[in-house]
Structure formats: C-alpha cells, structure tokens
C-alpha cells in the first residue's frame, strides 16, 4: 500500500479508526451471537424430534415382536418346559420420558399380565424433552400402557387399573423452548400411529 504524501510532511497510511474498529467488533459479536441461539434452537428441536420419533420407533418394535410370537422360556411345576407369549409395549408417563414395557400373556385370561408388567429404558436420547400431557378419549391421565397383545398384536392401553378405549393423543415439550411441541396421536379404529407438530397435519 503506498501512502499519501503531503509536502513538508511524513508519509501518511490509510487506517481504520477507533470508531470503525468499534463498530466492527460489535456487528461480530452480534452475528455470532445469532449463530449460538440459532444452534442452540436447533439442538432443542432436534431433542423433542428424536425423543417422538424413538417412541414410534419402540412402539412399532414392540408391535412386530408381538406379531412375530416373541416368547419366553421356563419350566412348570412337573420341570417341563413350557413357553409363554410376551406383550409388549411402552410406558408414558407425565414429565417423563417413555419406557420399554414387557409383561407376560396370560393365555387364560386372555389379556396381559397387567399388575407384573416390567419397564427398561429403551436408550431415548431425550435430552430436555419430556412428555407434559396423555390424553385418551378426551380425558387427560397421568401416565397410559400402551401394550400389544399375542396373538395378533393387537392394542391395548391400560392405566391405574383399567383398560381404555379411545383415540390417544401423547404430547411432549422441550423445558427450555416451550413453544416446541410435538404430538404422537394413535387411532382407536386402526392402530395408526402418527406425529403432528403444533396445527400442523400428521407427519
């Protein structure tokens, strides 16, 4: 860069100036300061979508085991081997996150084993995600069964002590971005399972 030159004078360099230093500096900090709230959203999102996306990912695992016989094995009271058909399924339950569920099928009852179902975690990834409402038919519980039954998988949702009926409606949330939300909704009539996102249509 070669600098002006003024008779009598030393040369002079163009340069910025404090001012212009100053407004530099603050327009960086600015843009990178909506770069870490952009990221930092985005990583929410992400959570809530994962965390919906694993339980219908759970839930159509436990439907196809189910359909595909999945048993256990032990001995009866003679030591003779005998097998019995698993439901399986998963737990919601409010400010929570899901649960894997298997029980025994009671062949002669014909239902679930009910009062001995047991949970695991199924490796959600949840991170602040949670599920802050489970509704079905209309009426709102603090936590819902949802089980398939041998021999054809069929749904069954259970909680307390009673068996429901009714189309359910799981909503989760993110306890930083309130304003995200997604829900898992599940058909009575066909056992559909879809995901909406606030007025949106099913995923």
Request: charge should be negative; hydrophobic fraction near 50%; proline fraction near 4%.
């Given at each position: 860069m070669k600098p002006f030159?003024?008779?009598?004078?030393?040369?002079?360099?163009?340069?910025?100036?404090?001012?212009?230093?100053?407004?530099?500096?603050?327009?960086?900090?600015?843009?990178?300061?909506?770069?870490?709230?952009?990221?930092v959203g985005v990583k929410h999102r992400?959570?809530?979508?994962?965390?919906?996306?694993?339980?219908?990912?759970?839930?159509?695992q436990?439907?196809?085991d189910v359909q595909a016989g999945k048993v256990r094995s032990e001995t009866d009271?003679?030591?003779?081997?005998?097998?019995?058909?698993?439901?399986?399924?998963?737990?919601?339950?409010?400010?929570?996150?899901?649960?894997?569920?298997v029980g025994d099928y009671d062949a002669a009852a014909g239902t679930c084993d009910f009062p001995n179902l047991q949970t695991e975690h199924y490796g959600l990834s949840t991170g602040e995600a949670?599920?802050?409402?489970?509704?079905?038919?209309g009426q709102e519980y603090p936590s819902l069964y949802v089980l398939y039954s041998p021999p054809g998988g069929e749904m069954v949702l259970y909680s307390g002590s009673s068996v429901l009926t009714g189309d359910t409606s799981i909503h989760?949330?993110?306890?930083?971005?309130?304003?995200?939300?997604?829900?898992?909704?599940?058909?009575?009539?066909?056992?559909?399972?879809?995901?909406?996102?606030?007025?949106e249509e099913p995923l």
């Open positions: 030159l003024k008779a009598g004078l030393r040369p002079v360099y163009p340069a910025f100036t404090l001012l212009e230093l100053l407004l530099v500096i603050t327009i960086i900090g600015v843009l990178v300061s909506i770069l870490i709230l952009d990221f992400q959570e809530l979508s994962l965390m919906a996306d694993q339980s219908v990912a759970m839930l159509q436990a439907r196809g009271t003679n030591g003779d081997p005998q097998k019995i058909y698993l439901c399986e399924g998963a737990y919601f339950e409010v400010d929570a996150a899901p649960l894997w569920v949670y599920s802050d409402l489970i509704a079905v038919g989760y949330s993110h306890t930083t971005e309130l304003d995200l939300n997604i829900s898992l909704e599940i058909s009575a009539l066909t056992g559909l399972i879809s995901l909406s996102t606030g007025d």
